[in-house]
């Protein structure tokens, strides 16, 4: 069974950094492609970002290209999201996703492409 845990989330003032983590077990981590998303009250779960399980590949939602970067450590089984200069508009419970494949693709933003998602880390941007 694939199991999927996020952590780092918290309260930060605009302009400020976070780090979230992610670990997963129940698979072979560097074989699968690993996305963060996020859900906003009131919205859709929306993609944040993924990597390709080699880490060449790297999208990001035109909302946080430039500020957050995707990283992960095969050899630790951990994933990461460094969100810089937060804006408000990214608070949001972050979610984060086991890919399905070993390839992101066009279409990586869209849930059916990941079979395991974690519970779930609150970040919150105060203005």
């Known amino acids: 069974q694939v199991q999927v845990m996020e952590s780092g989330g918290g309260l930060v003032q605009a302009g400020g950094s976070l780090r979230l983590s992610c670990t997963a077990s129940?698979?072979?981590?560097?074989?699968?492609?690993m996305g963060w998303f996020r859900q906003a009250p009131g919205k859709e779960r929306e993609g944040v970002s993924c990597?390709?399980?080699?880490?060449?590949?790297?999208y990001y939602a035109d909302s946080v290209k430039g500020r957050f970067t995707i990283s992960r450590d095969n050899a630790k089984k951990t994933l990461a999201l460094q969100m810089d200069s937060l804006k408000p508009e990214d608070t949001a419970m972050y979610y984060c996703a086991a890919g399905a494949t070993n390839a992101c693709t066009t279409s990586w933003s869209s849930e059916s492409r990941y079979k395991a998602w974690g519970q779930g880390t609150q970040v919150t941007v105060s203005s």
């Open positions: 129940g698979l072979t981590f560097g074989d699968y492609a």
């Open positions: 990597i390709t399980r080699n880490s060449v590949t790297t």
